[in-house]
């Protein structure tokens, strides 16, 4: 048995809730080329695509300049569904000639949607799988709580050996209210019996750590491998890590007692 150590903080965890896309995996090298590419795509058929191009990219929350995506925008923090609906939304506002909702809608279900569910070239910001593994021995539980669909969240898991150490995971498309909401995150520790205090959420997104607060976790952890950015995650966070490759477990020699862990939390009051 260790503490967890997330960067220089000690925390007495035994549950550790994850984000996947941009805490796990690098979110703007991850996903950019797959969603440009189902872009074109959709836009293919249509006849004024260099307007609605900027119009999908408003909507759907990418900065064309930057090459990355906006934390509040549907594509990197909603659920698949909402991504559809904006996509087709901006098709309907601007397609010429005009198009009613349903064929908006069909088209960006046939066209764009698919692209996107197909397993995309993730780029993990650290080897996770050692990581994974030395909470999982010793004893900490591992969630998994993220936007995206199931498909493509277990494929992902399965892919980098992962899935073996994971004890619950809430998606997207499943039963939960989605995040910021802490449904899934009190299910989680529900499933494993632990409880908030010992819950630990790491997120890159204000969607994660708003989650964290409201169900009453013990620790909100931020990470700069996603969306978000110091000064939109530091009101919401314990702690800002680069990434999750600062977290590790310390394990202390036989016969030495740990340290104690800090459960304090600098955060602000709820307003």
């Not at 005009?98 to 070239?121: N, Q, S, T």
């Not at 004893?139 to 493509?152: H, K, L, M």
């Not at 520790?189 to 997104?205: F, I, L, P, R, Y």
């Not at 890590?241 to 340290?259: A, H, T, Y």
């Amino acid at each position: 048995m260790g503490l967890v150590h997330f960067g220089e903080h000690r925390f007495d965890a035994k549950l550790v809730a994850f984000d996947k896309d941009g805490t796990l995996f690098d979110f703007n090298a991850s996903w950019r080329r797959t969603f440009l590419q189902a872009v074109e795509s959709l836009l293919a058929p249509l006849s004024n695509r260099t307007q609605i191009r900027a119009a999908l990219y408003r909507a759907l929350g990418f900065d064309a300049v930057a090459g990355t995506f906006n934390e509040d925008g549907p594509f990197a923090a909603d659920t698949s569904e909402a991504t559809v609906r904006a996509a087709a939304t901006a098709l309907l506002q601007l397609s010429d000639p005009p198009l009613p909702w349903d064929e908006c809608e069909e088209l960006v279900r046939r066209r764009f949607a698919p692209i996107l569910a197909d397993p995309v070239d993730l780029s993990p910001v650290t080897a996770l799988a050692p990581l994974f593994s030395s909470l999982h021995e010793n004893c900490v539980r591992v969630a998994v709580i993220t936007s995206d669909d199931s498909g493509p969240t277990e494929a992902a898991l399965a892919r980098f050996r992962l899935s073996r150490f994971v004890d619950f995971i809430a998606c997207g498309d499943g039963a939960f209210r989605h995040k910021p909401a802490p449904d899934p995150l009190l299910a989680a520790a529900k499933a494993v019996d632990v409880s908030m205090a010992e819950t630990v959420v790491v997120g890159d997104a204000q969607a994660d750590l708003r989650m964290a607060r409201s169900a009453g976790a013990g620790l909100a952890v931020g990470v700069l491998t996603g969306v978000g950015s110091r000064s939109t995650l530091g009101p919401l966070a314990d702690l800002i890590l680069d990434s999750v490759s600062e977290i590790r477990v310390v394990v202390s020699p036989p016969g030495e007692q740990p340290p104690v862990p800090d459960h304090s939390s600098d955060r602000p009051d709820e307003p």
